[in-house]
């Protein structure tokens, strides 16, 4: 981590809840639109490429769900928490829960958030928390793998064909003000970085945008300019489009209630 | 998945008659008799390839469609477990198809044209996946008996005559009892679940038992090319042969969850130690296989766009190789 922790520093469980609980529904959000495409991507090998992010996606909220309902103590199982929260409820990068669109608008959203979540678990790593420094040991390799995926997407659509570049820029165009978010830290970002538990976003925002940089260069993109406007899907407060995604999420659980599966 | 005896249904006619060279001829069937495999270099005649290229374009689009009806639940299943599960369940079938689509490429057809074929209306695939998955137990129920009766159909298909198609079935056939095996677990669930799973999990055998048991084709009776294809061990049960063994296995499996078979003629007959069972509705078959069925158009529909929508990105593709390629030339 690059703050060590005060020693004696802590953070408040609830608040240590909710922090997971970013992490988490991040990768929950993101699976269920990866999900979508299942059967439906530009060939097959496209198709079983976005399916085995969405498999690993899943596999990281569930392991940090069931910590988070753990830590929480409170009874709540991977699936209470992600079936039986409201909108609201869910802290997930407002990122995360765009649309698909085109396959450009899903490979620039999965690499700015693939992007992201490596710098984000190679520092989790070295958590004062040592159960996330060992999820995020694992979900650091397979982050690799889907940014290598997602890269070499965003540089062939990038310096492709004339209608390739411009989609795929029109894309980052678009989904570039959601990044803000990832790197603003609130008070709970702050808290989580003073504990040692998770680290300064600031700092994580400058390794990320290197790294991103780096990328469209090679994908010969134009880097859009810094957003005024700020999301706060982290804090709760999502786009119009969550609230179907979790319609579709959830359906069963709400309809069928108390039963198992 | 998923053969279907589809064989029989080719608008080609196979007839012996098109091989000229008798010598060659009997040294092939010489081979067939021996149970050794017809690998890609050797020679075959003219009919075995063509039939083989149809049997295998058939499962491989097959797969593809396959992953349509199943797929439609991804998004809406009811445990993070079981949505892992299905996505890679699906995801197997993608790879399947694309295993089989290389298997295909070794007699000398390309994917692209395969596909073409697919998306004109001009190939076959199997009929099951015509019909529509309206609830989460019909996830249960595919995997119980439409993989169950893929692997009755695949089991014989290892041991199929050409090589590169008999190894792409034995890798595919361990995957499928997989799939086999998480299908009846979702129905035990809801079998012993709730009155709304239970009726769920009835309701699913109601609308997908006769269309698994019309996966194996024709009756052998109509089925006109099934004695060359046996010949030629491309083929080793006949499609009554596959269906009896099917629905001996199946029944017992219904009667442990506890739901009933919709079909008021099965019964067992003790001295031929098997199962009757009523008459199968072949008009329906033909008309889902003439592309009336419930989803047909809406399956084509949906390849079709993927097709369509990822035209400009499979370009970019090409064009960035075709850069990339000309780059790495011209620096050395
Ligand atoms: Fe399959
Ligand atoms: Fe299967």
């Not at chain 1, 079936?83 to 669109?101: C, H, I, S, V, Y």
């Not at chain 1, 134009?222 to 359906?251: F, I, T, V």
């Not at chain 2, 090589?163 to 499928?176: D, N, Q, S, T, V």
């Amino acid at each position: 981590m690059s703050a060590r922790a005060d020693a004696g520093v802590t953070v408040a469980v609830p608040d240590r809840v909710r922090h997971l609980l970013r992490i988490a529904d991040t990768s929950l959000v993101l699976a269920q639109r990866l999900g979508e495409w299942v059967g439906h991507g530009p060939a097959i090998e496209e198709d079983l490429g976005l399916a085995n992010t969405a498999l690993d996606l899943l596999g990281q909220a569930r392991l940090l769900l069931a910590y988070a309902g753990e830590l929480e103590g409170r009874g709540r199982s991977e699936d209470a928490l992600a079936f039986l929260r409201e909108e609201a409820d869910f802290l997930n990068a407002t990122l995360a829960e765009q649309p698909n669109g085109d396959f450009g608008d899903t490979i620039v959203r999965q690499f700015l958030i693939d992007a992201y979540q490596l710098e984000l678990y190679e520092q989790l790593m070295t958590s004062a928390d040592p159960r996330l420094a060992e999820i995020a040991a694992k979900a650091v390799k397979e982050t690799r793998y889907h940014l290598r995926f997602s890269s070499a997407w965003l540089v062939r659509l990038g310096d492709g064909t004339a209608e390739s570049h411009g989609r795929v820029q029109g894309s980052l165009d678009r989904l570039w003000p959601f990044t803000r978010e990832l790197f603003d830290a609130d008070n709970l970002d702050r808290a989580i970085a003073v504990a040692g538990i998770g680290p300064q976003l600031a700092a994580l925002g400058a390794a990320w945008s290197a790294r991103v940089d780096a990328v469209l260069a090679e994908a010969m993109l134009r880097r859009p300019a810094a957003s005024p406007y700020r999301w706060y899907g982290k804090q709760g407060l999502h786009s119009e489009h969550l609230g179907y995604l979790l319609a579709d999420l959830q359906h069963l659980q709400r309809t069928h209630a108390g039963a198992s599966w | 998945m998923y053969t279907q005896g589809l064989l029989e249904q080719g608008s080609k006619t196979v007839t012996v008659a098109a091989v000229e060279d008798a010598e060659r001829l009997q040294r092939f069937e010489a081979k067939i008799d021996a149970e050794e495999k017809i690998e890609p270099k050797d020679w075959m005649p003219d009919a075995y390839r063509q039939t083989l290229i149809r049997q295998i374009s058939q499962h491989a689009h097959s797969e593809i469609v396959g992953m349509l009806p199943e797929g439609n639940w991804i998004t809406r299943a009811p445990t993070l477990l079981r949505k892992s599960i299905l996505i890679a369940k699906v995801q197997d079938e993608g790879g399947h198809g694309a295993y089989l689509y290389s298997a295909a490429e070794t007699l000398g057809i390309s994917r692209a044209e395969m596909i073409d074929q697919l998306l004109a209306g001009k190939a076959k695939y199997s009929s099951i996946f015509n019909y529509p998955t309206l609830s989460w137990a019909d996830i249960g129920a595919i995997g119980w008996l439409v993989d169950g009766a893929a692997i009755m159909n695949q089991i014989p298909l290892c041991r199929c005559s050409y090589g590169p198609y008999a190894r792409a079935m034995i890798r595919i056939c361990k995957e499928e009892s997989f799939h086999q095996r998480q299908g009846y677990d979702i129905m035990l669930k809801l079998a012993r679940g709730t009155v709304g799973q239970r009726r769920m999990a009835q309701d699913a055998l109601d609308r997908w038992w006769w269309p698994s048991l019309m996966m194996f084709g024709p009756p052998d009776g109509a089925s006109q090319h099934t004695a060359l294809s046996v010949r030629w061990k491309i083929k080793r049960f006949t499609n009554d042969e596959l269906r009896q063994k099917f629905v001996d296995f199946t029944v017992p499996q219904a009667k442990f969850l506890d739901i009933s078979v919709p079909d008021p003629d099965m019964r067992w007959d003790e001295a031929a130690g098997q199962h009757r069972f009523g008459e199968i509705n072949w008009a329906e078959f033909h008309e889902v296989l003439k592309g009336n069925g419930p989803c047909n158009r809406e399956r084509l529909t949906a390849r079709r766009n993927a097709h369509d929508a990822g035209r400009w990105v499979r370009e970019a593709a090409a064009a960035y190789a075709a850069k990339h390629t000309a780059r790495s030339v011209a620096a050395a």
